[in-house]
């Protein structure tokens, strides 16, 4: 080290060797969930020692060193982010940058089962959107893929979140065999509430004890089927994120399709990932790597910190490839969903 960085490189925004600005943090703020999806854990997942966890304080100092680095969008995730206990103080610390102008938004990922609790509270924090992810309708297969979730639990939560004013994206993951043939009702059920519905692929992360073969649909398969009844007109947004929308004629609503498998979102990627470690990932395709608790706990300023983040952003790779091994039906990034966020 020469001498600590100037005020001004603690602030300096992120740019990583491909020009790409860095202006999204995903923040994983547990491990821990109150649900099982079966392409995302296993029945028996172990998770982390409760000490291996970064404090909430810490990641609130974590995200605030980011964001004067930058980043304008926060988006809480796990694991389920509301079964970690007080997660709220920490949302309403970080809303303070959304008063001082400093973020633009605060939003989380959430399986709703918590939400019809915390929906008043989190309006109340400047949050205004969240995502809530649904596969089915369906109470049963709701109970077999989340491995003992509750249906209406998710479905009171969303409605909760909507009386309180957030507004309320879906996303589903598509499951062969599972809920590839209700997609068209989840996304009349979503349009019909106003609420944009997001498919996502099946991305082979984490050992999860079952071929992720057998769970594989090509969204570009069920894009072809919808097409054949609903009218998808090409929206021209670039979210800087995976997810390419269409317009539906025929319900008025948003559809987005996020397909890492089959198409490469990543030159316009301007996001990265912590978990709730300290963990950075610059990429969520890749096992690439930097632990920001070990700065963070060496000193109570942010030098140090920095100094890590700007040399992980400067390694961040161009893109990613999944692939699924076929011929050993493994994993091709070995850390699973819950730890890095989605
Ligand atoms: N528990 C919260 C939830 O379910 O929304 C937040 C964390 S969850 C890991 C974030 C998103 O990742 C969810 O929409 C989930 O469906 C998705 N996901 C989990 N495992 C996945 C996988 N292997 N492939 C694709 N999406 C996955
Ligand atoms: Fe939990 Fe979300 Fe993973 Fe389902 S997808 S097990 S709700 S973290």
């Known amino acids: 080290m020469n001498g ?7 602030t300096r925004p992120m740019v990583d060797p491909f020009g790409r600005t860095i202006r999204y943090l995903r923040v994983s703020v547990t491990d821990r969930c109150d ?38 969008k926060i988006r809480l995730t796990g694991g389920e982010p509301l079964v970690r206990r007080n997660v709220m103080s920490l949302v309403r610390s970080l809303s303070r940058h959304l008063g001082s102008g400093a973020l633009d938004e605060l939003t989380l990922t959430t399986n709703g089962s918590q939400l019809a609790r915390f929906a008043t509270e989190l309006r109340d924090c400047g949050v205004r959107r969240v995502n809530v992810s649904l596969d089915t309708l369906d109470a049963q297969k709701f109970c077999a893929i989340t491995r003992w979730g509750d249906l209406d639990k998710v479905l009171a939560g969303i409605e909760a979140a909507r009386d309180a004013g957030l507004a309320v994206k879906i996303n589903a993951v598509a499951l062969k065999n599972m809920n590839e043939e209700e997609i068209p009702a989840l996304m009349e059920w979503a349009h019909g509430k106003d609420m944009a519905l997001t ?41 800087g994120g995976p997810a390419r929308y269409v317009r539906v004629a025929e319900t008025g609503g948003k559809l987005g399709f996020i397909t890492p ?9 301007n996001r990265v990932r912590i978990t709730c470690t300290g963990t950075l990932h610059t990429c969520l395709g890749h096992e690439d790597a930097s632990d920001l608790r070990k700065p963070l706990r060496a000193s109570p300023d942010d030098d140090l910190l920095s100094a890590t983040i700007d040399r992980a952003i400067g390694l961040k790779p161009k893109g990613h490839d999944f692939i699924i091994d076929r011929r050993h039906n493994r994993p091709s990034v070995s850390r699973h969903m819950s730890v890095t966020g989605g």
């Open 35 to 72: 649900l099982r999806c079966f392409y995302c854990m296993s029945e028996d997942m172990t998770f982390l020692p409760k000490k291996d966890l970064l404090t909430l304080e810490e990641l609130d100092r974590l995200c605030s060193a980011f964001i004067a680095k930058g980043v304008r």
């Open 4 to 10: 600590s960085p100037s005020p001004d490189q603690l």
């Open 261 to 269: 498998m089959t198409h490469n979102f990543c030159e316009s990627c």
């Open 199 to 239: 498919l996502i692929e099946v991305m082979p992360m984490g050992d999860i004890g079952e071929g992720r073969i057998d769970q594989y649909v090509p969204l570009s398969l069920l894009r072809a089927r919808l097409a054949q009844h609903y009218t998808l007109t090409d929206l021209d947004e670039d979210t």
